[in-house]
């Protein structure tokens, strides 16, 4: 009954328009919330169904997503939305702890439906409980090598935990440890960035729980995995960081300053690559003219027009992060021949021609242009065939 | 994680659950509402009757029975508690307390999964701390209905499962609907019955008592201008005067008929209320 919201739904279309009210608490949330919210499913609970009034929300948590149901009434806006969560959470009680606790500073208790910021509140503060609900759920953990790494590190402002069930092995224990600063901030490191939610990386550390009868001195190694949020992958990408091991008995606190020290002065180089990157795509307009298309902001792309003769081709540059260690992929494309498909003709990617790091920018671009003279020629042959074996 | 089996016997007369699926089918939106019934300790039902002896030796512990009778509802969303879930009585008297014979709450959501929410859970502990040592100690009962329809409406469906409150979680347990027949007969064995007539003195010798006003009144319940010195009358007789009889079940009749027209006009008069509400509603959230 519950729809799943696994894939980024977009907004079903057969759903009913949401009723303006709720529409605006939703629209609010997704333009204002810090962090990366999806919307699932929406539906409607009138029993003409003409308005829609409830949904389902994907929000992070643990380098994951859960999905809460949230149920509004369209026909008596006034009434505060209610939340249903996943089958897994039923130890989940925010209202019952609040209750107990003689807490009323919830956004619940003073709701005025009319106040757009009515749901990005309630999302937010449902978000800050459940993580304090799952901490407490490690907390009651019987491991000791757990409840030292909670001890030390759980302070770290930002750390999310939550146990791993499966089946077939033992529960686990994972740590999404944000790193680098909380408040630091890619988007000052790129000028022009386009990001508007804040960009993270964190460790993923999953601890396997010892069964307590298969007793070892030494307990397993965690996995261990870097993760970043999508859009950080145009500026710096975590595939390419090399953990640093771990060793027997070590722990998460001795383990995190190392790995933080190395991953800022990676960041750092990451966006000074930026700038050497600009720097050839200025080198390509005396040499190949002005580039008809160029990413300005991450500069990871640039295309040019070239001539040789009467055949004319646009030269795509694919400019790899660790550049100028790795040289750009080049792709021709004519401007002439076309496929069966009525598709201009590429050549596949071009990246072994001759290359040094070492050469200034404007070497790079005359020995690509001279690279290019001859290989237009290949490209060219290449693409009168594939025309001729069409016909 | 139902319950096992002779700990709690859950159950709802068909027509108690007749009438609450068609509440919350009848309602414009979500509803919620108090549940009405019985809940006792009963000796289990003897064994079916055997010739042999061996069979019914051992006598099983008493079971708890939670019979549900009927509901009461406002057809609103939420009208047992504040957002928050704490529990409120929906009269605008808030130190009124829900009748004692409240055994628990229902919610009906359309189209959601059949998981309490957050405020149900909420408002299932606080209902619970509001009832208690009010009724016979039982665990909370709280029953969730998801209606739904087909696109065309051609198809409606009642999903609904029932709960109770154990260990301050909502546990799911099982519902039996007791309809008549002999398939039933276990749930007469929890049957009292509870006559609303007025104890009278049956004795003619006694026929200068003077009835009370409140008895009157209990007998103008049942039947209008029918004397309690009539009924006495009747009562006192051996034979039973068949005329007399006859007069009263009249009289009866005529009572109900009158009732009757006086429910359908109120009815129609709500109908219209519900209907300027519902304008009232849509102004209010924008949806003229």
Not at chain 1, 214 to 233: E, F, I, N, Q
Request: aromatic share 8%; charged share 20%.
């Amino acid at each position: 009954m519950s729809p799943s919201a696994d894939a980024a739904a977009p907004v079903s279309t057969s759903a009913p328009p949401l009723a303006p009210l709720i529409a605006a608490q939703l629209s609010y949330l997704l333009s204002h919330s810090k962090l990366p919210i999806r919307v699932g499913q929406i539906w409607s609970g009138c029993r003409n169904g003409r308005h829609s009034d409830r949904f389902t929300l994907s929000i992070p948590f643990c380098l994951d997503y859960v999905h809460w149901d949230f149920v509004y009434n369209a026909l008596s806006p006034k009434v505060a939305p209610d939340v249903v969560f996943g089958p897994d959470d039923e130890g989940f009680q925010p209202l019952v702890d609040y209750a107990e606790a003689g807490n009323d500073a919830s956004c619940l208790a003073r709701w005025d439906y009319r106040d757009p910021r009515g749901l990005v509140a309630l999302v937010h503060e449902l978000r800050e409980l459940y993580i304090e609900y799952h901490k407490k759920q490690v907390a009651k953990v019987d491991d000791a090598r757990v409840t030292f790494e909670l001890s030390t590190v759980l302070s770290k402002e930002g750390i999310e935990v939550c146990m791993v069930p499966s089946a077939d092995r033992p529960d686990e224990v994972k740590f999404a440890v944000p790193l680098l600063d909380v408040d630091f901030d890619f988007n000052k490191l790129v000028p022009g960035c386009p990001w508007r939610l804040p960009q993270k990386i964190h460790l993923q550390v999953i601890f396997p729980i010892s069964r307590s009868s298969s007793y070892s001195s030494v307990p397993s190694a965690p996995r261990l995995k870097l993760t970043s949020t999508s859009d950080l992958k145009s500026l710096f990408s975590v595939e390419d960081v090399k953990l640093p091991p771990w060793s027997n008995g070590m722990c998460l606190a001795e383990y995190l300053p190392a790995l933080e020290e190395s991953l800022n002065l990676l960041v750092v180089e990451a966006s000074a690559s930026i700038g050497a990157r600009r720097r050839f795509i200025e080198a390509l307009a005396p040499t190949f003219g002005r580039p008809i298309e160029a990413d300005p902001i991450f500069c990871r792309r640039a295309t040019v027009l070239s001539i040789s003769g009467v055949f004319t081709f646009l030269v795509h540059f694919a400019i790899p992060l660790q550049f100028p260690k790795q040289q750009p992929v080049l792709t021709l494309q004519s401007s002439q021949h076309c496929n069966a498909d009525g598709i201009p003709i590429t050549s596949p990617p071009i990246n072994d021609y001759p290359w040094s790091p070492r050469w200034d920018q404007a070497e790079m671009v005359e020995r690509i242009y001279d690279f290019l003279t001859d290989e237009c020629q290949n490209f060219k042959k290449f693409c009168s065939d594939t025309v001729t074996q069409q016909k | 994680m139902a319950l096992r089996d002779g700990t709690t016997n859950l159950s709802i007369s068909g027509a108690a659950l007749a009438a609450l699926l068609h509440r919350c089918a009848a309602a414009t939106g979500d509803c919620d509402g108090l549940l009405f019934g019985r809940a006792s300790h009963l000796p289990a039902p003897p064994a079916a009757l055997s010739d042999y002896d061996d069979l019914a030796a051992a006598p099983r512990d008493p079971a708890l029975t939670i019979s549900v009778s009927g509901h009461c509802s406002l057809s609103h969303p939420s009208s047992l508690s504040d957002p928050l879930g704490r529990f409120h009585p929906p009269s605008s008297d808030h130190s009124s307390v829900p009748a004692p014979a409240a055994v628990g709450f229902f919610s009906s959501r359309r189209r959601t999964a059949l998981r309490p929410s957050m405020r149900e859970l909420a408002l299932a502990h606080s209902l619970s701390k509001t009832l208690q040592g009010r009724t016979t100690a039982h665990p909370l009962l709280f029953i969730l209905v998801s209606p739904s329809a087909s696109p065309n409406f051609s198809t409606h469906s009642y999903d609904y499962r029932a709960f109770l409150l154990l260990a301050s979680r909502l546990v799911p347990a099982s519902l039996t609907v007791v309809n008549v027949g002999p398939g039933f007969r276990d749930q007469y064995h929890a049957f009292s019955p509870e006559s609303p007539m007025p104890c009278l003195p049956s004795s003619p010798a006694a026929a200068g008592y003077a009835h009370t006003i409140g008895e009157q009144k209990a007998v103008d319940e049942m039947v209008d201008g029918f004397g309690i010195g009539r009924l006495q009358g009747l009562l006192g007789s051996a034979a039973g005067q068949a005329a007399e009889m006859d007069d009263m079940y009249a009289g009866m009749l005529r009572k109900l008929e009158k009732l009757a027209t006086e429910v359908e006009k109120t009815n129609i008069r709500v109908l219209e209320q519900e209907n300027r509400n519902l304008l009232l509603r849509f102004r209010c959230a924008g949806m003229e």
